[in-house]
């Protein structure tokens, strides 16, 4: 008897120990241990991870997602936050660690970042990229960089009907200025508060003075209401979609209110110094676009109704950059 308890001793062992390493091997797999990650494939595990995210409008979540598919090309384990808030909230998140990159707009960071007065606008993209570059960089708590922007600038666009601006003799802001207290105004929030948006506009055009101002934060609503004849001038962005209609026309600015707003990466400079390729995989992307390019792409979301992630896939498999 004593051999077969002996033997039986043994059989047990062996048994616990194959539960054992079948239930670590179940908890390696339920925690990520196994293959996965990007479209490039390979092993997550051993892969970089990146949290890519963007503010709250179609351009910014396509742009956003460019930058996603792009570092999953490259192997990399994406977690996206698209849509996710104001240039506060992502500098807030970028600052904690929430997040590691998103697209901002040169203009954009010298006025809501910097918090840079109007009279202080810079003359040209270059001089605005390079100070808010050197803001990035030298950053105490959190140094980041602001990579390359994309080749085009999506300034503030006044829009009116064509049809409506010829018959007024309304080609720019003066214009418009002149007849503004015949015209309905469909603006947004953001645009009535910041230090560049209507202040700036008012103080630049005095005579400016509208019928009535309709706060409309949905663009797509402002565009509507201009067709729909329940506003006559519209505040949108030069890169929307729907300007690439003949019947809308945005309104000439001839005294260059506004700063330019050229979008690029901002990125921390903790995340560049681990994965150095980051940089060239962003800015991969933005060479890849230009104001054409970013209209078309904006117009499919937006009038189209196509998927911003099959909208941005499209783009990246034209450009090369994804298979």
């Known amino acids: 008897m004593t051999g077969d308890r002996v033997k039986n001793k043994t059989l047990l062992i062996r048994a616990v120990t194959a539960m054992l390493v079948a239930a670590l091997v179940s908890t390696a797999a339920a925690c990520g241990g196994g293959s996965g990650g990007g479209s490039g494939g390979g092993d997550s595990s051993s892969s970089p991870s990146i949290t890519v995210s963007s503010k709250a409008f179609t351009e910014q979540i ?3 997602e460019m930058y996603a598919q792009a570092f999953e090309e490259a192997d990399y384990n994406v977690e996206r936050k698209l849509d996710l808030g104001s240039e506060q909230v992502m500098d807030k998140s970028l600052q904690d660690g929430t997040i590691d990159v998103y697209p901002e707009y040169t203009g954009t960071a010298y006025v809501a970042i910097l918090k840079k007065p109007p009279d202080s606008y810079p003359k040209t993209e270059k001089e605005t990229y390079k100070q808010v570059a050197e803001f990035y960089k ?42 503004s207290d015949q015209l309905v105004f469909s603006s947004y929030s953001e645009f009535q508060n910041r230090s560049d948006g209507y202040d700036n506009m008012k103080e630049n055009y ?93 117009g499919a979301v937006d009038l189209e109704q196509e ?15 994804i298979n």
């Open 206 to 298: 005095p005579q400016l003075d509208f019928e009535e101002i309709k706060i409309v934060n949905d663009l797509g609503i402002r565009y509507k209401a201009l067709a729909d004849d329940e506003a006559d001038v519209g505040i949108g962005f030069t890169t929307d979609g729907q300007l690439a209609s003949p019947e809308l026309k945005v309104i000439e600015d001839p005294k260059l209110i506004w700063p330019w707003y050229y979008p690029a990466p901002v990125i921390t400079q903790e995340f560049l110094d681990k994965n150095p390729d980051a940089e060239k995989i962003l800015n991969e992307v933005s060479a890849s676009l230009d104001a054409d390019k970013m209209r078309e792409l904006n």
């Open 138 to 179: 030298n950053r105490k708590d959190t140094p980041m960089q602001m990579l390359k922007p994309a080749p085009f600038n999506n300034n503030y666009g006044i829009v009116m009907l064509s049809k409506t601006a010829d018959e007024m003799g309304i080609e720019n802001l003066d214009d418009l200025a002149a007849e």
């Open 62 to 64: 396509l742009l956003g």
């Open 307 to 321: 998927d911003p992630e099959d909208v941005a896939q499209g783009h990246l498999e034209d450009a090369g950059i």
